[in-house]
C-alpha cells in the first residue's frame, strides 16, 4: 500500500497550492458580491456496486451504501470522513480447474464496512472560478482507510465441497473478521437544486488487498461503486 500512501501525500501538497490560489468571491451582472465560506455538508447516498472476479456480471453486482460528513475549505478543497458498505462478491462462471475438468459455476459475497477519508478537488471552482449561482459542478476525490470485512461463510460452505482448493485459486480462504487498507478515487457530479442542497452521481473505484476475494491472483482486488444521493450544506456556502 505504498502507493497509496504517495498518492494521499501528493494530493494534499497540490490541494495546498491550489486551495491557496482558489478564488473567493464572485460579482453578478447586477453588481451584487458574493463571498465564500466556509461550510460543512452532509451526503447520504446508495446505489450498486461491482466487484472485479470471475463470475459473470450480474453475479458480481450488489447493493451499495454511503454516507459522508464533510467540510469545504475553499471553493476548490474540500475534506470529507465517509462509510461504505455492505456487501461485495466473487464467484466462478464455466471454470475449469483442468483442460478437461467439469466446468463450475458458483458465487458467494460477504459484508464489509469501510471507513475512509477523501480529499476533494472542485475541478468547476478550479478551472472556471467560483460562482455560487453555478448549477453543475464536477468534483474529483482521492483517498483511503479501512475495510472491514465478515460474514464470509458462503465461500468457505463452497470450499467445503471442493477436493483441491489451489485449483480454483482459493489460497487466500478467510473466514472470521478482516481489517485491510485500501486506497480509492472517484468523482462526484452535482446539480444544484437549491441553496443548500444538490443531487449528486457518484462513481469510485477501490483498490485492497489480493486476499480480500478469497482467492488468489497476484495482484489486488478492485470494486467499484456507482451512486446517487443529495448532500446538504450544513449552514450558509456564501454571504451576499
Not at 454511503?66 to 464467484?91: D, E
Not at 475438468?101 to 458467494?108: H, K, M
Not at 471507513?115 to 449561482?133: A, K
Not at 487466500?172 to 452521481?201: C, H
Request: aromatic share 14%; hydrophobic share 40%; glycine share 10%.
Amino acid at each position: 500500500m505504498k502507493s497509496i500512501k504517495l498518492l494521499m501525500v501528493t494530493a494534499m501538497l497540490a490541494i495546498g497550492s491550489t486551495a491557496a490560489m482558489a478564488q473567493a468571491s464572485y460579482t453578478d451582472k447586477d453588481g451584487n458580491e458574493y463571498q465564500f465560506k466556509r461550510h460543512w455538508f452532509l451526503d447520504i447516498q446508495a446505489g450498486g456496486q461491482y466487484t472485479v472476479g470471475e463470475a459473470s456480471f450480474s453475479d458480481l453486482l450488489s447493493p451499495n451504501f454511503q454516507g459522508a460528513i464533510g467540510y469545504q475549505f475553499s471553493p476548490v478543497f474540500g475534506l470529507r470522513g465517509q462509510i461504505n458498505g455492505i456487501w461485495s462478491k466473487g464467484g466462478w462462471n464455466g471454470y475449469k480447474a483442468t483442460k478437461d475438468g467439469t466446468p463450475y459455476t458458483a458465487s458467494y459475497k460477504w459484508k464489509y464496512v469501510a471507513p475512509g477519508v477523501d480529499f476533494m478537488f472542485n475541478l468547476s471552482n478550479l478551472f472556471c472560478g467560483w460562482n455560487p449561482n453555478r448549477v453543475f459542478s464536477a468534483t474529483a476525490f482521492v483517498g483511503g482507510g479501512i475495510n472491514w470485512a465478515g460474514a464470509n461463510q458462503e465461500v468457505n460452505d463452497l470450499a467445503a465441497n471442493i477436493k483441491n482448493q489451489s485449483n480454483y485459486l482459493l489460497e487466500y480462504l478467510w473466514q472470521g473478521k478482516k481489517v485491510r487498507p485500501y486506497g480509492r478515487a472517484g468523482i462526484d457530479l452535482e446539480f444544484k437544486v437549491s441553496k443548500a442542497v444538490s443531487i449528486m452521481l457518484e462513481g469510485n473505484a477501490n483498490m485492497i488487498s489480493d486476499k480480500y476475494n478469497s482467492k488468489k491472483a497476484d495482484n489486488p482486488d478492485w470494486y467499484f461503486n456507482a451512486l446517487a444521493g443529495v448532500r446538504i450544506n450544513l449552514g450558509k456556502s456564501y454571504t451576499k
